[in-house]
């Protein structure tokens, strides 16, 4: 059974940091692209940050510079740097990835970024 589970938001000032941090379990994982995603109140959920199995890596134009994406394939780990948070970083982050045909999501972390 395919699990992912974040870890690591909470509550920060504008430009401060976090690392968000996604354990998977039930898949492949080396050769499983992987993505994050998050979803503002009242928004859409949107891709912020995808890394393939040989760690490429693709960024929302909201979060390049400021926001790294990276795995660790040994620990099943997908994780998401983020540097000079603004308060439009505001949501939950979800990490996603798909197996076997089927979409899979974890809970989500909340994220708040205090102006």
């Known amino acids: 059974q395919v699990h992912l589970v974040e870890s690591g938001g909470g509550l920060v000032q504008a430009g401060g940091s976090l690392r968000l941090s996604c354990a998977a379990s039930?898949?492949?994982?080396?050769?499983?692209?992987m993505d994050w995603y998050r979803q503002a109140p009242g928004k859409q959920r949107e891709l912020v940050a995808s890394?393939?199995?040989?760690?490429?890596?693709n960024y929302a134009d909201s979060v390049k510079g400021r926001f790294v994406i990276s795995r660790d394939n040994a620990e099943k780990m997908v994780y998401l740097q983020m540097h000079s948070l603004k308060p439009d970083d505001t949501g939950v982050y979800y990490c996603?990835?798909?197996?076997?045909?089927?979409?899979?999501w974890g809970r989500g972390t909340q994220v708040t970024v205090s102006s």
């Open positions: 996603y990835t798909q197996f076997r045909g089927l979409d899979y």
């Open positions: 039930g898949i492949s994982f080396s050769i499983r692209p």
């Open positions: 890394i393939t199995g040989g760690g490429s890596t």
